[in-house]
């Protein structure tokens, strides 16, 4: 599959909505425009995506620069989602290639990700390793 990847603009996050929307389903339109605003804003976040042949948004990316006392300078990508039918095309293993050139273009020696069970088969394969931590979080209410 030939693909083509762009970081998106604010005009253009719409674009990237229908393929995040596989994996967050409980966000509609007007919340992920609002969260990638906040996102970007706050903390400088940026969209990716990946256009196939025919210009169709196949892919998306959301990264963000980051500094921890445990993982030093990094990228850190939130969210990585592939169209079901472009799935096993090489589209994730390009926007993570993509994120690897961006962390080194900026000094940044690693890049960092959480994972769903379902997809660690992936990241394994495109040379990520499970690291050490365990994610733990405590709702607020």
Do not use: C, I
Not at 15 to 21: E, F, T
């Amino acid at each position: 599959m030939q693909l083509t990847l762009r970081r998106l603009s604010p005009a253009d996050w719409p674009l990237a909505y229908p393929v995040v929307r596989e994996l967050r389903t409980h966000l509609d339109e007007a919340e992920f425009l609002a969260r990638t605003a906040r996102m970007a804003d706050r903390y400088g976040s940026e969209l990716y995506v990946a256009f196939d042949e025919a210009g169709a948004v196949v892919g998306a990316m959301g990264m963000r620069p980051l500094e921890t006392y445990n993982r030093g300078w990094h990228l850190h990508v939130d969210d990585l989602v592939t169209v079901t039918a472009a799935q096993g095309h090489g589209v994730g293993t390009a926007l993570l290639a993509l994120a690897d050139r961006e962390a080194r273009s900026r000094g940044m020696t690693a890049v960092y990700l959480d994972s769903r069970p379902a997809a660690e088969e992936f990241y394994r394969k495109v040379g990520f390793t499970r690291n050490t931590a365990v994610g733990m979080n405590r709702r607020l209410t």
